[in-house]
């Protein structure tokens, strides 16, 4: 407790806690603004650029699975990023991360289609997926860690928060920028206006990229640091020496990250292409879901800091399991408002229940040693599982049900229920010193 006083204290007078929240809510918008701008075009342009021989089923098909190639290289960014980020500081990680993602982004915006140069369009395309998805393995983990490992004792799931929150203004400039450029006639958005928000990535990679310059390292590091050296192999000894720890990061992975991403990739390519909503429509409904979730987010996170982080994450869980069904009967009307109700309910209740508390509660599974490492490496082990294949897997279950969407409901619940019997059987730690190992708390 005392050195983690001591280390918050240090924090602030060497640097504004501001600049802190800054460099972690920044890289995340920034991270998730180019995810969710890829699954978005993946959703509603890239079937007909980058496979245009194929029908228009299968070419959504073929646009979703180049969006979970991005998530096979998460976990080997996690693993190199996470052992260097524990070897020599989370600051270095963090600039790099930033751009990589940024540049793997913007570089798409550059891409020509298959009409162009043929088959190389969707190679190309995957390269800088690839690219994309190894600096996004470490990218929010460190963004994490930062806040945590900076935060006063008794406040790291506020703290932890404004990661989400930046995820959470990602998404919602990235539905913005869409929302826009939508409005093109369709010859000027298939021929220009997709690449209008790939290539605004620059701004968020500029203004990024200088404050994350200008940040010092950790208090809980340095102090680590000062004590040991680094551990030889950090995602290794935290798979020996806290396998339940890890395998529960995993399973708390599974509902948030796999609804997280099939909600609004998924569910907007329903709601437009299956269901004929306008797609300004299913846009601002998405986008307000988004703005709600800011507030959801810091509410529940707050929340975990009162009564545990595992109370308020397997809430998250139930509640995304009981709206499985409601939720495709909200959109199924087709009515603006309705539409808008059940983003609402998905995103700024089922996954900012988990997605709030999550920072503080992955962060502080691990000792600070192999903090970096056990948090980037397990975390994106769930994303291949979940978030990669979940629009990929419920657009092919549509097409197996003949148009029906029962069987994603169904999915949606067993992702559900895995990870809330993952939270469950974890420990809880809102009140651990993490400044210590977890073997010695």
Known sequence: MAIATAGAAGMAAGQSRTRVILASAIGSALE????????MAAALVFGELFFPRSDPTVGTLLAFATFGVGFFARPLGGLVFGHFGDKIGRKPMLVITLLLVGFGTMLIGFLPTYEQIGIWAPILLIVLRLIQGFGAGAEYGGAVILLVESAPHGK??????WAPIGVSVGNLLAAGVFYLVSEL?????????????????????VVGLYIRSNIME?????????????????VWQAISRQPRNFFV??????????????????????????LGVPRATALTALMVAFGVELVALLAFSMLSDRI???????????????????FFWLVGTKEAFLIAIAFILARAVGTAAMFGPQAAYFAELFGPKRRFSGFAFARELGSIIAGGPAPFLAAY????AGGQTWAVSLYMIVLSLITAVAVWMGPETYRDDISQDASAR
């Open 32 to 39: 998730w603004y180019d995810f969710f701008i890829y699954g």
């Open 249 to 274: 990061l995993v399973g708390a992975r599974i509902a948030e990250n796999g609804l997280g991403y099939l909600i609004p990739v998924f569910g907007l390519n329903y709601v437009v292409n299956t």
């Open 185 to 205: 006639p369709r010859e000027q958005l298939l021929s220009w206006g997709w690449r209008i928000p790939f290539l605004v990535s620059i701004v968020l990679i």
């Open 156 to 161: 790291r799931g506020f703290w932890g928060s």
């Open 308 to 326: 545990g982080r595992r109370p308020v994450y397997i809430f998250g869980a139930l509640f995304s399991a009981a709206l499985a069904f409601p």
């Open 218 to 234: 950790t208090p809980v590091f340095t102090e680590a640091v000062a004590k040991r050296k680094p551990e030889k192999a950090p």
């Open 397 to 400: 279950f549509v097409l197996l």
